[in-house]
């Protein structure tokens, strides 16, 4: 069963292996590989992590509260690595699981400004105060399902903008990579044309296979009205390749590691629903509006 360290702001008492809880340093204060120790006892205590997982805290070091170590956390299983952050008393006795925050500072501004990406495939206005920004996989069957729901909301919000980001997930789906590479391509020959393209591919989303991808990926693109031979000299280029794998990038550095993912002005949606979609689209348009209001009376 997969368990995840992401879990609300709750402060615990740290228990269960009473030698560890024990040792400290000659001054009382346990030393770093002390609350090492402690924290990758208590975390496999916590979430029953047997020998077939490997936990791995790092050394604590100073975080934004004084009194408060911030512990990088590793966890390993069956190939599959998380990665997560605990903060630790000086004392060594209190944990917190979950994120720091600064309340004085946008929590989506970061990544709102990362996600400022410039030319990309896209639905809607090429500028806009609400973007909508999905990062996706074309083999992906709940990213089908993203897509006829981005589909059918899209003439509604006439001002916001939808793009569209590759994030092929080449260890579950064999052709994911070249669908995506197919995708930037359509989008380079024509970007009016990309929308129908994209869509293409989705609908026969169950009819493609890692033998019969290359033809089937030509074939639907001379449906959409592009020019097969082009599509095919772009994808054998290596800068296509270059910005598919640039995606790719900037989704981890977002920590986007399933599909689809979704950022409404930097603000992160993954999974979720069409409701919940237009609540985080509605809140921004509302935002939006209140800042050029704000502005205007200045």
């Given at each position: 069963?997969?368990?995840?360290?992401?879990?609300?702001?709750?402060?615990c008492a740290?228990?269960?292996?009473?030698?560890?809880?024990?040792?400290?340093?000659?001054?009382?204060?346990?030393?770093?590989?002390?609350?090492?120790?402690?924290?990758?006892?208590?975390?496999?205590?916590?979430?029953?992590?047997?020998?077939?997982?490997?936990?791995?805290?790092?050394?604590?070091?100073?975080?934004?509260?004084?009194?408060?170590?911030?512990?990088?956390?590793?966890?390993?299983?069956?190939?599959?690595?998380?990665?997560?952050?605990?903060?630790?008393?000086?004392?060594?006795?209190?944990?917190?699981?979950?994120?720091?925050?600064?309340?004085?500072?946008?929590?989506?501004?970061a990544a709102?400004?990362?996600?400022?990406?410039?030319?990309?495939?896209?639905?809607?206005?090429?500028?806009?105060?609400?973007?909508?920004?999905?990062?996706?996989?074309?083999?992906?069957?709940?990213?089908?399902?993203?897509?006829?729901?981005?589909?059918?909301?899209?003439?509604?919000?006439?001002?916001?903008?939808?793009?569209?980001?590759?994030?092929?997930?080449?260890?579950?789906?064999?052709?994911?990579?070249?669908?995506?590479?197919?995708?930037?391509?359509?989008?380079?020959?024509?970007?009016?044309?990309?929308?129908?393209?994209?869509?293409?591919?989705?609908?026969?989303?169950?009819?493609?296979?890692?033998?019969?991808?290359?033809?089937?990926?030509?074939?639907?693109?001379?449906?959409?009205?592009l020019n097969?031979?082009?599509?095919?000299?772009?994808?054998?280029?290596?800068?296509?390749?270059?910005?598919?794998?640039?995606?790719?990038?900037?989704?981890?550095?977002?920590?986007?590691?399933?599909?689809?993912?979704?950022?409404?002005?930097?603000?992160?949606?993954?999974?979720?629903?069409?409701?919940?979609?237009?609540?985080?689209?509605?809140?921004?348009?509302?935002?939006?509006?209140?800042?050029?209001?704000?502005?205007?009376?200045?």
């Amino acid at each position: 069963m997969k368990r995840t360290l992401q879990a609300g702001l709750i402060i615990c008492a740290l228990a269960g292996v009473a030698a560890l809880w024990a040792q400290q340093s000659p001054t009382g204060t346990p030393l770093p590989a002390q609350i090492e120790q402690r924290v990758e006892a208590y975390l496999r205590h916590y979430y029953a992590w047997g020998p077939q997982f490997t936990v791995k805290a790092e050394t604590p070091k100073p975080s934004l509260i004084p009194d408060l170590y911030e512990v990088p956390v590793e966890i390993s299983f069956r190939g599959q690595t998380e990665t997560a952050k605990v903060f630790i008393s000086h004392n060594g006795k209190y944990m917190i699981r979950g994120e720091l925050t600064d309340l004085l500072v946008d929590p989506f501004a970061a990544a709102r400004a990362k996600l400022d990406v410039g030319d990309h495939p896209h639905l809607g206005p090429a500028k806009a105060c609400v973007n909508v920004v999905e990062f996706a996989d074309f083999q992906c069957p709940h990213c089908k399902e993203a897509n006829e729901a981005l589909t059918a909301i899209e003439p509604q919000y006439p001002d916001v903008k939808f793009t569209f980001m590759d994030f092929p997930l080449t260890q579950l789906h064999p052709w994911a990579l070249k669908a995506a590479l197919a995708g930037r391509c359509a989008y380079k020959q024509n970007p009016a044309l990309y929308p129908k393209y994209r869509g293409l591919i989705f609908a026969q989303q169950d009819q493609i296979t890692a033998d019969n991808a290359s033809d089937k990926l030509l074939n639907l693109a001379s449906q959409a009205g592009l020019n097969a031979s082009t599509l095919t000299a772009c994808m054998a280029d290596p800068a296509t390749k270059a910005e598919v794998e640039a995606d790719e990038n900037l989704g981890k550095s977002l920590n986007v590691n399933s599909t689809p993912t979704l950022f409404v002005n930097g603000r992160p949606m993954i999974g979720g629903t069409e409701q919940l979609l237009e609540q985080f689209i509605g809140y921004e348009q509302d935002e939006c509006k209140a800042h050029a209001s704000a502005a205007a009376h200045n």
